[in-house]
């Protein structure tokens, strides 16, 4: 007499649609294309998704780290996940599946698990996962998810100004926003969400977007509760042609005691070292410099406290002018922060990127490298993270550092941080 037939349970990966903010991280970093959105969420194909986890470290919110155990004949579809407003609970009468000391990448962690239950290390023999996923060691304890869609807070806008030259086509505002007596804690690295008025086609309120905090711990305003952002004016898709960005025009036009409706803060790794003798190694470009100028104004703010620690920083723009901070930059001391600046658009000039700036900084940035306290910051649009990593291993190999082993190092111990769109 035959046995009942096996049910096959299925570990599903799935999105938070209540924390997510659609900043599409998940679906560039996915190796297999498991991931895919329309107007409303992002989900994930169950019958493509191999739990491989690429995706889950680079997410700033934590959204996309949420499985459930279904019947594999039941899984939920895109269609279904398309429609949630908020995550399925897990059905009681649904055991989480076994994982057999054979499993392989399609039987996925069983809930709660991080990646360093697993004997090997995210990222191992491959580069899905690039950078850190795991902090400095000395880091201050980052607080995130305080505020959310459903409940977020307020903060005034305290002033708001352009930043790059107005003859460009640039339009870069550096806007700060106070939140008064409602406690909101931010570390240098983390982002915090926007959530713009209006409804989208579809009758939809807005989803958030995400922007890094370009002020200090202590606040733009030394002892004030607020917070500084470097928002770029979008006028164009990604295809180049005209189109104004929802929430970027809705920031860039702000006044003086506008309200704004804010979530987060989100982003536990991408956080600057506290040991006074740490080094950071900041390479950026555009808007990717909010958070270096986070990191740079604390430690300038802490010079005199014993902070000891060196700063190299290469920043890229088009132009001279349409570089953020330009002024304010060149009027740091040279002995506090090295700076090395690399324009791509310079009219009768050849380009110069980031990462070549960096090569003719080779003998500088290897001793860097060398330095178990250093700490390598990269933000900026996505284009910049292979030559930047190109450059870095190119630099340590020719001073004699074995690139492959010393990236997988700066991984493990927290020192390398990639965040880039």
């Known amino acids: 007499m035959s046995g009942p037939v096996p049910v096959e349970i299925l570990r599903q990966h799935l999105i938070d649609p209540e924390i997510c903010i659609r900043c599409n ?29 690429a995706c889950v470290p680079p997410c700033p919110t934590g959204a996309i780290d949420n499985w459930r155990n279904v019947f594999k004949a039941e899984a939920y579809s895109v269609e279904e996940q398309f429609g949630w407003d908020e995550l399925p609970t897990q059905n009681p009468t649904v055991s989480a599946p076994e994982v057999s000391a054979g499993s392989n990448a399609s039987n996925p962690p069983q809930a709660g698990a991080t990646q ?16 850190a996923t795991v902090p400095p060691w000395s880091a201050a304890r980052p607080y995130v998810h ?27 505002h550096h806007i700060v926003l106070d939140f008064g007596t409602m406690p909101f804690p931010v570390l240098e690295g983390q982002s915090i ?37 470097t928002v ?17 025009n809705y920031l860039c036009d702000l006044k003086k005691g506008d309200v704004v409706s804010v979530i987060g803060p989100f982003g536990n790794t991408f956080l600057m070292p506290n040991h006074p003798n740490s080094h950071l190694l900041m390479i950026c470009t555009g808007t990717g410099s909010a958070p270096m100028r986070a990191m740079t104004e604390y ?31 060149m009027k740091l001391p040279k002995d506090f922060i090295d700076t090395n600046l690399a324009f791509s658009r310079t009219p ?50 020719a001073h004699g550092m074995a690139w492959d082993a010393l990236w997988e190092r700066l991984k493990r111990e927290g020192r390398l941080h990639l965040e880039t769109y």
């Open 116 to 131: 360093s239950d697993s004997d090997e290390a995210p990222g191992s023999g491959s580069d899905m996962v690039r950078g």
């Open 232 to 248: 770029k004016r979008v006028t164009r898709d990604h295809s180049g042609n005209a189109a104004d960005g929802v929430c970027s």
């Open 146 to 172: 305080l505020y959310t869609h459903k409940a977020p807070t307020t903060a005034t806008v305290a002033g708001n100004y352009r930043l790059t030259d107005d003859a460009t086509e640039s339009d870069i």
């Open 299 to 329: 430690r300038r703010r802490r010079r005199l406290k014993g902070a000891t620690g060196k700063l190299m920083l290469f920043f890229g723009a088009r132009t001279q002018q349409e570089l953020p901070y330009f002024g304010p930059l």
């Open 25 to 53: 991280t998940c679906e560039e970093t996915c190796p297999v294309d498991a991931i895919t959105h329309d107007g409303v969420n992002y989900v994930v194909k169950a019958d493509i998704c191999n739990a491989c986890m």
């Open 193 to 229: 969400g926007i959530l713009p008025p209006g409804t989208s086609a579809d009758g939809r309120a807005h989803h958030a977007r995400q922007y890094s905090v370009a002020s200090p711990r202590d606040g733009e305003r030394p002892g004030y509760n607020n917070v500084s952002l």
């Open 348 to 397: 009768e000039q050849p380009k110069r990127y980031v990462q070549d700036a960096m090569r003719e900084r080779a003998v500088d940035v290897a001793q860097l490298l060398k330095d178990a306290n250093t700490h390598i910051y990269v933000c900026g649009l996505k284009g910049m993270e292979d030559g930047v990593l190109q450059a870095l291993g190119e630099i340590a190999q």
